[in-house]
């Protein structure tokens, strides 16, 4: 009888407690960890500034989620290249004071974000960003979104971009423009040689290694890019010039100017206007004169994509037209 009253028992319990409880020595899975992001936003973009002068901050994280902020339209020139610079103008109904920017559309995703905080409000205002000089992926989207200054986020709009490889170095001097027109960078190096569409290489190492709407043949790249490979740059003064070779039937073009010169990076931005000079050798308005102190000890380079044949059958082509475009009476 004592046997069936104990078993009675454990058979009640069970049946009030349910499932039988797990072992005190299996412990709990504990939850999944979230996987971490490829990138951050850092490997695209390698900084944002104002009109104003503010520069941007980076975060880490997430960006803030959208609410019902000021709804913005950005508009910019969708190629860039790695090591140069893109305008972007950011229009919105009403008045703003904090811009924020990530990168997706990335496989493995991308990390972090810029935050950029305007001196004072504006509904229309164009900042810089700055592209980082080795970037992972050859397309991707920059996304975008404002708010006021202690309000809510706006929606976020992304631009869809490709990246245009070019060489970097210990010297890099890039131009991005944002209309279709034909827009041409000279370098003149420190021996006195100029390097532009008529001489792509110099005897110093200079290289003209993206060339962009050359005579009006309008790729849509709107990007130029000469550079001396790490360890190949001369010492001395360079010289560079902006030359408005044609409008190719647009009313204006706006343009920024980066140069890289070992560790230190500037920007220079400006507007043509008319329908352009057709310039050759020793055309262009000045834009810097800057110098190199040190020369580089190395003689390998640092470049995203191997550099271009000197010059194709096609692109023989397109400066022969060219020159002899800009020789014209």
């Known amino acids: 009888m004592k046997r069936i009253l104990v078993c009675a028992c454990c058979l009640l319990a069970a049946a009030c407690g349910g499932s039988s409880p797990r072992s005190p020595t299996t412990p709990t899975p504990a939850p999944a960890a979230a996987p971490q992001p490829s990138y951050t936003v850092s490997s695209f973009i390698a900084g944002a500034s104002g009109a104003d002068g503010t520069q941007a901050t980076f975060r880490s994280g997430s960006a803030p989620t959208a609410g019902s902020g000021p709804a913005a339209t950005p508009t910019s020139n969708n190629s ?5 610079s ?12 904090v811009i924020y920017i990530f990168v997706a559309a990335v496989p493995g995703g991308v990390g972090g974000y810029w935050e950029l905080r305007l001196t004072s409000p504006t509904s229309d205002t164009t900042i810089l960003v700055s592209l980082a000089r080795q970037i ?3 397309s991707f989207d920059f996304v975008y979104a404002v708010a ?58 200079g290289q003209l290694d993206l060339d962009s709407n050359a005579g009006c043949q309008i790729d849509n790249t709107n990007n130029e890019n000469i550079r001396w490979l790490q360890g190949r740059a001369p010492i001395g003064t360079y010289t560079v010039r902006l030359n408005y070779w044609s409008s190719c039937g647009v009313a204006s073009t706006n343009y920024v100017v980066t140069v890289n010169n070992g560790g230190s990076s500037q920007t220079f931005r400006g507007n043509f206007t008319g329908a352009g000079t057709s310039g050759s050798l020793g055309a262009g308005r000045l834009i810097t004169s800057f110098a190199r102190a040190v020369s580089g000890v190395s003689s390998s380079g640092n470049i995203s994509s191997p550099p271009r044949l000197p010059l194709s059958p096609d692109d023989v082509i397109r400066v022969a037209r060219k020159l002899a475009a800009s020789h014209l009476p």
């Open 136 to 138: 992972p992926a050859s």
């Open 80 to 84: 860039v290249i790695n090591g140069g």
């Open 148 to 205: 006021t200054s202690t309000g809510p986020v706006g929606p976020y709009n992304a631009v869809q971009t490709r990246l245009v490889p070019a060489s970097t170095g210990d010297v890099q001097v890039s131009a991005s423009w944002d209309a279709p027109s034909d827009v041409d960078l000279h370098v003149v190096d420190p021996t006195g040689e100029e390097i532009y569409y008529g001489n792509t290489i110099s005897a110093s190492g």
């Open 86 to 97: 893109n305008q972007v103008r950011i229009r919105s109904a009403s008045p703003f004071q």
